[in-house]
Each structure stands twice: as structure tokens, then as C-alpha cells.
Nanobody
Framework: QVQLVESGGGLVQAGGSLRLSCAAS????????MGWFRQAPGKERELVAA????????VYADSVKGRFTISRDNAKNTVYLQMNSLKPEDTAVYYC????????????????????WGQGTQVTVSS
């Protein structure tokens, strides 16, 4: 069992930055792929970024490449999402999630592959 708690959301102007954190309970955090998803009103939940067990592999949505960075600290049971050059279209509720899957399976791209979810944190980018 893994419990996930996000923090760091808020209101920021376009061009600004935020860093989201997701703290996980449980002693097997390092065995989970971690992902950040977002869902805007009226839209489907989409993958923003995912990171492998060791942190050695990452994947990003095309819309955030070069602006967002996912990282993890297994000693602290925490995954981060550094968001720079924010745009109004980044406005959404951001969720972190954990998947007990192998990275090479490619399962990280589907929300259906994730076993545990946080409650979400709101990010609002004003123009």
C-alpha cells in the first residue's frame, strides 16, 4: 500500500515557475514508476511526465518538454515536478501516481497502469 500526498500547487503568472512535490508512504517507493498527470476542466487526464525506479529514465508530454523536469529522491520517498516557463494552458489539477510496472513495458504512459493516486493539487497560470 502506498499513500501519495501532493503539495506545491498555486497561482502563478505566465512565465513563472512552480515545483510540485509528492511524498509517498511505504518502504517500497523505489520499486514504483512515478508519474505526474494533469486534468483540466472538460478534458481527459493526461500524462505530463514519468520516471523510472532509479530515476535513470524519464518521459515527457510533448507540450511540456524543455519546460518541466521530473525527478525523484528515493531516500526521501518523494518525487518532484519542476515547472518553468508556465503557460495558461498548463492550468489543471496535477496528480502524482505510482505504478508497480517495469519501465520497459511502456505501461507508464497509460493512467490505467497506475495503482495509487494522490488527491491532486491545483495549478493556475494567469495570463
Amino acid at each position: 500500500q502506498v499513500q501519495l500526498v501532493e503539495s506545491g500547487g498555486g497561482l502563478v503568472q505566465a512565465g513563472g515557475s512552480l515545483r510540485l512535490s509528492c511524498a509517498a508512504s511505504g518502504r517500497t517507493f523505489s520499486r514504483y514508476i512515478m508519474g505526474w498527470f494533469r486534468q483540466a476542466p472538460g478534458k481527459e487526464r493526461e500524462l505530463v511526465a514519468a520516471i523510472s525506479w532509479s530515476g535513470g529514465s524519464t518521459v515527457y508530454a510533448d507540450s511540456v518538454k524543455g519546460r518541466f523536469t521530473i525527478s525523484r529522491d528515493n531516500a526521501k520517498n518523494t518525487v518532484y515536478l519542476q515547472m518553468n516557463s508556465l503557460k495558461p494552458e498548463d492550468t489543471a489539477v496535477y496528480y502524482c501516481a505510482a505504478a508497480a510496472r517495469a519501465w520497459y513495458s511502456g505501461a507508464y504512459s497509460s493512467s490505467n497502469s497506475y495503482d495509487y493516486w494522490g488527491q491532486g493539487t491545483q495549478v493556475t497560470v494567469s495570463s
